[in-house]
């Protein structure tokens, strides 16, 4: 038993509870301010989060809805500030970090930094982290697919007062917004999160002043404690062991046809966890690796979701172990490009971590997720009364993972953020000249289980009046599909269409940067769906049935996915029926088939995909052959990856 469990708290219990709670409120205050005063549609999204911090810059408290990517790094930024700066820290000092290799997660997250003293003493740091729309480098919106490193990116913004002792420093912050598209809106979101900052210190002194200063000082340690404390007591009341498990990322440009491993290693022993990530690939030459902090992170909130009672400080790192390996894909080193960690490595983290944490609490399994996506429009609004630059910049929703006991979640906010709202079409189309043309539940994307996963969406819009303007997109899972467990089939694939369905349509797919558009140029682009949990087969044939009538499930794909054999006889008025009989020799047929489907010739299976005999779910769901969607070429050391994890999440759980 640790020091901190057999510690006698030093606060009355009724005034321990009190000062926890007034601690999460004031950060969710902080949250309100920035909300409500913040310049970027991104920001407005909930794309922040705050937290307030001890002199030290060990965090006492985060929101109940800071974004997942940023939990587990705000005491880094905060202790980075501190390593700096060191007593050259006054009254009214305002710092500004948004560095991912001294504990941030990419250069658009910028965190604003406030030392908090009282009757001159530095007694806290609040901050607010906020996602800027862009950060300057290649490309708008700062996602360039093509950096090896992080000049391309964007500004790096080592620890730097952008206040002193009260006086802003207008000259710095011009000289950071200078190299930034939308400079105006930059400083806005400056300010605001300053402000928000201001109000965490406004509500810290009222507490100090009610409860007095050293009752606050040791909230402060208590919370912390507390928090080990229930953690510990959790972690102990779970079988000792180890498990392990490999998601991985798409590819490296460099090599080509190769899926990236990402190895993680959790290890039990009595009251503490112990994640090793050895075995993970080295960086590649593209932005989807990790900094140390982001990758910190995704390990924090891949455990956190499965243990959501307990609250979120830094005595929560206490009892978690991380090892990530130098020079690899979830700890690159300075220069190497990391801006979109959060489409490669960060969700892969988190999803491995889900799987290994449903096997030890079936009870909260939860199959894998759709991948985070980003889509980034830039260039010059050329509407009648706008003479401007503009940035579209849109992520969407998509399915979670199947789950122990129920479907997954349908068009939910990605696992990296689920405090995310999803934008607002109207508000960008009076931001921008982008009309959305449709926004809609994707039919046949949830992976196929005894609980499916969640869907997924469609979207797509045009371009009106523009000049000037190029497209960027940041995603994943264009190879390592969405995938299932406990026997549950993949989702499908990402990937942007330009033009589709004209004669000049290209699929352009999953990662790509400052491809030129023009007014009238559409798009359109699917999310995944969530991975199957359990086998298909054995679902209730009146579930799918449902799933038919609410056009979340074809006609098609139930008979191929589900062996469910479904008649239409009125679709107006969903009215439907279950061939029982036909249904019952379909699922005979299909048990005797699908282990023979998954080792059929990988040549054969991409002859009869060109000839229309199948198509692309079934080349994923009943093949597990990986395709290069631009050239509708197998790739067979793709396949050979991808076929080995089946192997071991579906096939295995088979009868």
Not at 333 to 350: D, L, Q, R
Request: aromatic share 10%.
């Amino acid at each position: 038993m640790s020091q901190t469990q057999s510690a006698i708290t030093r606060l009355d219990p009724v005034t321990f509870e009190v000062l926890k709670n007034a601690f999460v409120n004031l950060v969710d205050q902080m949250s309100e301010q920035i909300l409500r005063t913040c310049y970027s549609f991104v920001i407005y999204s909930r794309d922040f989060s705050s937290a307030i911090c001890d002199a030290e810059g060990n965090t006492i408290m985060q929101g109940t809805q800071d974004i997942s990517v940023h939990v587990g790094t705000l005491h880094l930024t905060a202790k980075a500030v501190l390593e700096d700066f060191g007593d050259d820290i006054h009254p009214g000092d305002v710092f500004l970090i948004n560095d991912p290799y001294r504990g941030g997660t990419h250069f658009c997250d910028v965190r604003v930094v406030r030392p908090v003293f009282y009757d001159g003493k530095l007694i806290s740091f609040m901050q607010s982290n906020g996602h800027w729309a862009d950060v300057g480098g290649n490309v708008p919106g700062s996602f360039n697919v093509r950096s090896k490193d992080h000049y391309g990116e964007g500004m790096r913004i080592p620890p730097v007062r952008i206040w002193s002792k009260g006086q802003y420093l207008q000259d710095v912050a011009n000289l950071l917004v200078a190299n930034m598209r939308v400079p105006e809106e930059r400083l806005g979101d400056l300010r605001a999160q300053a402000e928000a900052t201001k109000v965490g210190e406004m509500q810290l002194v009222r507490l100090i002043e009610k409860y007095g200063l050293d009752t606050v000082l040791i909230a402060f340690e208590e919370v912390q404690n507390y928090v080990e404390r229930l953690g510990r007591a959790r972690i102990s009341e779970l079988p000792n062991g180890t498990w392990e498990t490999t998601d991985y990322i798409d590819m490296d440009p460099e090599v080509g046809d190769q899926l990236i491993p990402i190895h993680v290693r959790m290890t039990i022993k009595d009251d503490e966890i112990d994640y090793d990530l050895t075995g993970s690939h080295p960086y590649i030459s593209c932005f989807l690796n990790a900094g140390f902090g982001a990758s910190f992170s995704a390990v924090i909130s891949g455990t956190k979701t499965f243990f959501p009672d307990i609250p979120l400080n830094s005595g929560f790192y206490r009892f978690i172990h991380v090892n990530l390996p130098e020079d690899s894909v979830v700890n690159a080193p300075w220069p190497v490009a990391v801006t979109g960690f959060c489409s490669g490595a960060y969700e892969k983290i988190m999803n491995a971590i889900f799987e290994l944490w449903s096997g030890i609490m079936p009870e909260r399994a939860l199959a894998c997720s759709f991948n985070l996506e980003y889509l980034l429009i830039g260039g010059w609004d050329r509407r009648a009364g706008y003479d401007n630059y503009f940035m579209w910049y849109d992520w969407m929703a998509g399915g979670h993972g199947g789950r122990s006991y129920k479907d997954g979640a349908n068009a939910m906010s990605p696992v990296f953020g689920v405090g995310l709202s999803i934008q607002p079409c109207e508000g960008q189309e009076r931001l921008s000249p982008v009309i959305t043309t449709h926004h809609e539940i994707v039919t046949d994307s949830a992976g196929p289980g005894k609980f499916r996963g969640g869907c997924g969406v469609r979207k797509g819009g045009i371009l009106t009046s523009c000049e000037n303007t190029v497209m960027s997109y940041c995603c994943d899972r264009s190879r390592s599909v969405t995938w299932g467990i406990q026997g549950g089939l993949p989702s499908l694939p990402h990937g942007v269409r330009l033009n589709p369905g004209s004669d000049n349509e290209r699929f352009l797919g999953k990662v790509f940067s400052s491809v030129a558009l023009k007014p009238g140029d559409s798009f359109d682009r699917p999310s995944a769906g969530g991975g199957g949990l359990g086998d298909p087969l054995e679902r209730d044939p009146k579930l799918v049935l449902e799933d038919v009538i609410d056009q979340y499930v074809s006609i098609e794909r139930a008979r191929k996915d589900y062996g469910v054999i479904i008649k239409e006889i009125d679709r107006e008025i969903d009215l439907f029926e279950i061939d029982e009989e036909a249904t019952k020799n379909e699922r005979a047929y299909i048990r005797a088939k699908r282990r023979q489907w998954l080792q059929e010739d990988i040549a054969s299976v991409e002859e009869k995909f060109k000839r229309g005999e199948i198509d692309e779910l079934d080349v994923i769901r009943r093949y597990g052959v990986i395709m290069d969607y631009t050239t509708g070429h197998v790739l067979p050391n793709s396949t050979a990856q991808y076929r080995d994890m089946l192997y071991k999440r579906t096939l295995a759980h088979w009868e």
